[in-house]
């Protein structure tokens, strides 16, 4: 059974940076044909795709435009995990962030972490 | 991007209501859609994958149909714990998008 679970601070200052972790159970994150996703929720955003990571031969990444140059998402194979890590960060990326797996079947989202609420506030 | 919407936004129904929530893309996406529930304070969960496949544990009072642009997910009999947030979600192409949700409550 495929269990992802979150981790992180949920108060984060104007202009740092945001992190969390998504640690993996019951699959490895260098599994092929799984994709592993970090989306956020907001009431002014709704659910907003914030990007992915996967391995196929070798590691890929994709992000989505609005945050492509603030985001990074890495895999961490040693420790089973991956990660979120959002800089320069405003009142706005104040959100409910969750960690997804993907699979190959239809790229639909079927393992969720728990959610992290983040908080940007000095 | 695929921009997705969902009518209605929001309805009110009874336990025993036969419910439908559709979901249109600015473009078409073949059978990319998925479906999740979401309840206060918690994760969405995936009931319907390929637009019509049923995920594995969902009731089978749920279904799903459509290709292309236009879907629906429909309840055949609202149970008590099927009041909630219902989302659609593209696969087709990346950025991946969400419907905006309807809620469904009593």
């Known amino acids: 059974q495929v269990q992802l679970q979150q981790s992180g601070p949920g108060l984060v200052k104007p202009s740092h940076t945001l992190s969390l972790t998504c640690a993996i159970s019951?699959?490895?994150?260098?599994?092929?044909?799984?994709?592993w996703n970090w989306i956020r929720q907001s009431p002014s955003r709704g659910l907003e795709w914030l990007g992915r990571t996967y391995y196929m031969s070798k590691w890929y990444s994709d992000y989505a435009v609005s945050v492509r140059s603030r985001i990074t998402i890495n895999p961490d194979t040693s420790r089973n995990q991956f990660s979120l890590h959002l800089n320069s960060v405003t009142p706005e990326d104040t959100a409910v962030y969750y960690c997804?797996?993907?699979?190959?079947?239809?790229?639909?989202?079927?393992?969720w972490g728990q959610g992290t609420l983040v908080t940007v506030s000095s | 991007d695929i921009q997705m919407t969902q009518s209605p936004s929001s309805l009110s129904a009874s336990v025993g209501d036969r419910v439908t929530i559709t979901c249109r893309t600015t473009q078409s996406i073949n059978s990319f859609l998925n479906w999740y529930q979401q309840k206060p304070g918690k994760a969405p969960k995936l009931l319907i994958y390929s637009a019509s496949s049923l995920q594995g544990g969902v009731p089978s009072r749920f279904s799903a149909s459509g290709s292309g642009t236009d879907f629906t997910l429909t309840v055949s009999s609202l149970q008590p714990e099927d009041f909630a947030t219902y989302y659609c979600?593209?696969?087709?192409?990346?950025?991946?998008?969400f419907g905006p949700g309807t809620k469904v409550d009593v």
């Open positions: 979600q593209q696969s087709y192409s990346i950025p991946l998008t």
């Open positions: 997804t797996r993907a699979g190959s079947r239809n790229y639909d989202f079927d393992y």
């Open positions: 019951g699959v490895s994150v260098s599994s092929h044909g799984a994709a």
